[in-house]
Antibody
Framework: QVQLQQSGPGLVKASQTLSLTCAIS??????????WNWVRQSPSRGLEWLGR?????????DYEVSVKSRITINADTSKNQFSLQLNSVTPEDTAVYYC????????????WGQGTLVTVSS | SYVLAQPPSVSVAPGKTARITCGGN??????VHWYQQKPGQAPVLVIY???DRPSGVPERFSGSNSGITATLTISRVEAGDEADYYC??????????FGGGTKLTVL
């Protein structure tokens, strides 16, 4: 049974970098069938997929177009975890951030991490 | 980008049937997934690929998808089913899209 445990600061200053980590148990981050995703949720934007990383003989990343210039998602195989970095944040990036396991395109997200409320202060 | 439309709220009496819709252009040609989210918790998958249930999800939860509407049906509604429900598909550019969510109130 896959479980995801998130960690990272809940407060970030505007213009700085938001960094979160998602530790995986029950599966390896380099699984050939899984993708590792970040999704955020805010009252104004609802649930918004941010991007994913996955391994298919090599590492791939896909990012949502609206954040593509500011986002990096990386995997750390030595710690079996993956991370989110979002640069140049503004108060509009204030949201609850979730990590989630997916499969290929078309697959659902299951399970999800517990969520981290990140507040961007101006 | 692809848009999914859900009613903001649905109310139902205990023991009755709740139907939550998710509208989208030709959504019947896509695979629809449904998530339940209770206050302060992460979303939980309750229906995937239109009408499959993950292990542990009661048989009272079912789904259908045809034409321009997908529907999550909850039979014999219980107080514990009160939550927000979200539909999700993958659009043509291979990005996931979520509906705006429906708050289910058990009267």
């Amino acid at each position: 049974q896959v479980q995801l445990q998130q960690s990272g600061p809940g407060l970030v200053k505007a213009s700085q970098t938001l960094s979160l980590t998602c530790a995986i148990s029950g599966e390896t981050v380099s699984s050939n069938s899984a993708t590792w995703n970040w999704v955020r949720q805010s009252p104004s934007r609802g649930l918004e997929w941010l991007g994913r990383t996955y391994y298919r003989s090599k590492w791939y990343n896909d990012y949502e177009v609206s954040v593509k210039s500011r986002i990096t998602i990386n995997a750390d195989t030595s710690k079996n975890q993956f991370s989110l970095q979002l640069n140049s944040v503004t108060p509009e990036d204030t949201a609850v951030y979730y990590c989630a396991r997916g499969g290929g395109s078309g697959w659902p997200f299951d399970p999800w991490g517990q969520g981290t409320l990140v507040t961007v202060s101006s | 980008s692809y848009v999914l439309a859900q009613p903001p709220s649905v109310s139902v009496a205990p023991g009755k049937t709740a139907r939550i819709t998710c509208g989208g252009n030709n959504i019947g040609s896509k695979n629809v997934h449904w998530y339940q989210q209770k206050p302060g918790q992460a979303p939980v998958l309750v229906i995937y690929y239109d009408n499959d249930r993950p292990s542990g999800v009661p048989e009272r939860f079912s789904g259908s998808n045809s034409g321009i509407t997908a529907t999550l049906t909850i039979s014999r509604v219980e107080a514990g089913d009160e939550a927000d429900y979200y539909c999700q598909v993958w659009d043509s550019s291979s990005d996931p899209v979520f509906g705006g969510g429906t708050k289910l109130t058990v009267l």
